[in-house]
């Protein structure tokens, strides 16, 4: 699966961003996708997971309440919407495609290229 992952930008604490990802390939409706981030010096961070129909999705604790995975899989496309922006949400945000539920990224197969998200205090 190949992945394109857009909505990045600036937007103040407080504010809202919505991410996209964009797959191509037949395999996409039988993936988990994954969103992950990465703010500069430190690992990547796993954020959420969502199953192949849409109908299964963790978050992780920092984000839970904030942040909400969903995809459509007649537009190939998964999404992050982003509420309540923190300065330390400042990262690179990836899309990821992968066989199984993970919060681990050795588990994703694919990623998409990032979109960066700064939010400003």
């Known amino acids: 699966v190949q992945l394109q992952a857009s909505g990045g930008g600036l937007v103040q604490a407080g504010g809202s961003l919505s991410l996209s990802c964009l797959a191509s390939g037949r395999t996409f409706s039988s993936a988990v996708m994954g969103w992950f981030r990465q703010a500069p010096g430190k690992e990547r961070e796993f954020l959420a997971y969502?199953?192949?129909?849409?109908?299964?999705?963790a978050h992780a604790n920092s984000v839970k309440g904030r942040f909400t995975i969903s995809r459509d899989n007649a537009k190939n496309a998964v999404y992050l919407q982003m509420n309540s922006l923190k300065p330390e949400d400042t990262a690179v945000y990836y899309c990821a495609a992968g066989p199984r539920f993970s919060t681990a990224a050795m588990a994703y197969s694919d990623w998409g290229q990032g979109t960066l998200v700064t939010v400003s205090s």
């Open positions: 969502i199953n192949q129909s849409g109908g299964i999705t």
